[in-house]
């Protein structure tokens, strides 16, 4: 099965994917994660990456493209994949149609999470990220325990006003791709407002009625 995640910032789509991912037996590609790892170890693409995602700006068209072009020529993918991230600009979309018609790949289907602005905000605006163990807690939500000892830091594109740059790049960047696919029959909203079990079942709903296509 080959999938495409869409939805804003903070709509749930990372966790959701893992899920998706156990259960459908394929591989998650997550750009950003991609990224935050080239960050991490200060390689010349993280260098470059860092100015951009610090802003809440997409990474050149160009750059993402050639990330993809060669994390799909993996045998890892040969099951299926979850893109998380990628495609966000209609130039990127272009792209992946061009390799995966070149590989002789269909999608299945482009899900579309759906989560109010004002909601993501309050998700993610109070989201921090323990240092040691990279678990992810919510301040009001699901806070660390005393025992926990934890050492908790906001991502840098996790502040609220990094947020809402990320929300408006998201509304005049990507929102344009559900036309996109949804005019190639592809595209699936999913109403993202809900706990995780809730959400998952809607999901699953509409992966089960897309697996042969
Ligand atoms: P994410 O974890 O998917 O929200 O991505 C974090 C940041 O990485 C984004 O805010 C962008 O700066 C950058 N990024 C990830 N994927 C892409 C992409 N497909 N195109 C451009 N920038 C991206």
Redesign the pocket.
Known sequence: MRLIFLGP?GSGK?TQSQNICKDYGIKQI????I?RKNVKDQTELGKI?AE??NK????P?KI?IDIIASELKKPDYLKGFLL??????IP?AEALDGMMSKMGLKLNCVLVLEVPHEEIIQRISLRRVDKKTGKIYHLLFNPPLPEDNVELYQRE?DKEETIRR?LMVYESQTKPLIKYYSSMGLAFKINGVGDFKEVYERIVKVLDSRLEV
Do not use: H, K, N
């Not at 997550?30 to 994660?33: E, H, L, R, V």
């Not at 998380?84 to 600009?89: A, H, I, L, N, S």
């Open positions: 910032p990372g997550s750009t950003g994660d990224l990456a951009y995602m809440g700006e997409l990474v068209d993402m998380d991230g990628f495609p966000r600009t990127q594109d990320r």
